[in-house]
């Protein structure tokens, strides 16, 4: 079975997103499958691609939602109105209510109220579940272990996930003693905090950086919403390994490489990898990047795999170089969209019309790291 993967751009300035268009199987029969949506104008661009590659009725096997922010969620209504999708995986927050109502900061809340006031909070997702039940699509939830088509769910486990959603930014306040107690407490989201990250990052400047100088740190710190983020690990002929990484941050990547290894799937042998949350340099670190791809190799090595990120055209500061510079020390081939779409054939031949992606540089200066 082969493994065709294609990075829709998505995104202008800061306004970045992801939409990736998997067709898996082989030229004579193969199966479409979607990765997030994009902004809402992204999901007239996918239909469009859809029909324009794949004949004017084109079918989606699988459509997968990594999680709840709207720049990965809101183009899939378009596409769920337009396009026949058999089957949508997407965590629906307030489906957890029962489970997670004693992680709330409110003891006194029953079940039922908790779920109306999370699902009036997430009006995308209760689209996209409207949309499917009317259009006869099977709706399921992407937990650890489940297989979607040739993919293996690596992460987040439905416990962790319930730990998370009370974290959300658009969640009632959570029991920060009972989640701390769990050692799950990574921060309420909140639009201050946003602001204040945006704010420092707009301060730092640019400092020199070598191949055997890495200044990428350990103890990142993303959103329970990006930790959320569905982790796919898919396996394909002539040895080619696939990881799509979502939004997510290094406790999810590390979820990921602790259940990989528990049931066999093989760490450090990707082919193509997705660099996390649009080159964020708060979602991965050395050592987790160690853990999935290994050690950083001398200078002037081949690269050993591709690694794509989704980020926003004119955005001076994403991808972070910083972070481009740590998966092509790993033995990286790294390409960005920044308004263009770009593929990895995976066996499959070259459709008319593209061009060969430009594989980004080693930058020598990079961000600060603060």
């Not at 104008?41 to 459509?63: M, Q, R, S, Y």
């Not at 290094?250 to 528990?262: D, Q």
Request: with cysteine.
């Amino acid at each position: 079975m082969k493994c065709e993967i294609e990075f829709l751009p998505v995104g202008t300035g800061s306004k970045a997103g992801d939409a990736i268009v998997v067709r898996y199987g082989d030229v004579a029969g193969y199966s479409l499958m979607l990765i997030d949506g994009g902004h809402v104008e992204t999901g007239d661009n996918i239909v469009a691609h859809l029909k324009k590659n794949f004949g004017p009725f084109p079918v989606l096997e699988h459509v997968v939602l990594t999680h709840s922010d709207g720049d990965h969620a809101s183009g899939l209504r378009t596409v769920l109105s337009e396009i026949p999708v058999r089957n949508l995986w997407m965590h629906i927050p307030w489906f957890h209510a029962e489970d997670t109502r004693l992680l709330f900061f409110n003891k006194g809340i029953a079940a039922e109220a908790l779920a109306k006031a999370i699902k009036a909070e997430y009006p995308v997702i209760s689209e996209l579940y409207d949309l499917a039940v009317a259009g006869g699509t099977k709706i399921f939830a992407p937990f650890q272990g489940e297989a979607i088509g040739p993919f293996r769910v690596c992460s987040p486990a439905r416990e962790a996930y319930n730990y998370l959603m009370p974290q959300f930014e658009k969640t009632p306040e959570p029991d920060q003693t009972t989640i701390e107690a769990a050692s799950m407490w990574l921060g309420k989201e909140s639009l201050a905090r946003k602001l204040i990250e945006a704010a420092k990052a707009a301060l730092q400047g640019w400092v020199k950086e070598t191949w055997d100088g890495e200044l990428l740190k350990d103890g990142g710190i993303t959103s329970a919403s990006n930790e959320s983020s569905v982790i796919l690990y898919g396996s394909f002929e002539n040895d080619e390994r696939v990881l799509f990484t979502g939004d997510t941050g290094v406790n999810g990547l590390r979820w990921a490489a602790i259940y990989a290894e528990s049931v066999g799937l093989p760490l450090q042998q990707f082919t193509f990898i997705q660099i996390p949350h649009h080159g964020s340099r708060r979602n991965v670190g050395p050592t987790i990047l160690n853990r999935l791809l290994g050690e950083t190799k001398p200078q002037f090595t081949p690269p050993r795999f591709h690694a794509f990120v989704s980020a926003p055209q004119d955005d001076a500061r994403h991808p972070r170089r910083i972070v481009l510079n740590a998966f092509a020390r790993r033995g990286g081939s790294v390409m960005a969209t920044q308004g263009q779409g770009i593929v990895h054939w995976g066996g499959f031949p070259a459709r008319p019309g593209y061009n060969v992606g430009e594989t980004l540089p080693f930058y020598t200066d990079v961000e600060e790291y603060a």
